[in-house]
């Protein structure tokens, strides 16, 4: 129960960034340190200065490789997808994805690019 002057946050959002690409049947790590980054600030910039982050090991097409999920909760009126989006289209050339992904409240949104 929220009172006084706690704070609820009912939106989650789950950011997933692949650290690996594939390309000529291989899966090719990706250095992206810096790309990471740069969306943090941006989110930052935007008032999101509170998420988590978890690398984990991810499965897609039967391939098996390194994630960072970035999980954020935020208020009805503030959304980090666009931000995300915009980053992702931004830096597709690096990360060669044909889709890109993020869970908003329990679900995952697959977006091809």
């Known amino acids: ?17 692949p650290l690996s690409k594939w390309e000529n049947d291989k899966i090719i790590p990706l250095d992206i340190g810096d790309l990471i980054d740069e969306l943090i600030k941006s989110l930052e910039v935007q008032g999101f200065d509170s998420f988590y982050l978890t690398k984990v090991k991810s499965y897609y097409k039967s391939r098996s490789y390194d994630e960072v999920l970035i999980t954020i909760f935020a208020g009805d009126s503030d959304s980090p997808r666009e931000i995300f989006r915009d980053w992702f289209f931004k830096h597709n050339d690096v990360l060669c994805q044909e889709e890109f992904a993020y869970e908003f409240n329990n679900r995952l949104i697959v977006e091809t690019i």
């Open 1 to 17: 129960m929220v009172s006084g002057d706690d704070m609820e946050l009912d939106n989650k959002y789950v950011l997933h960034i």
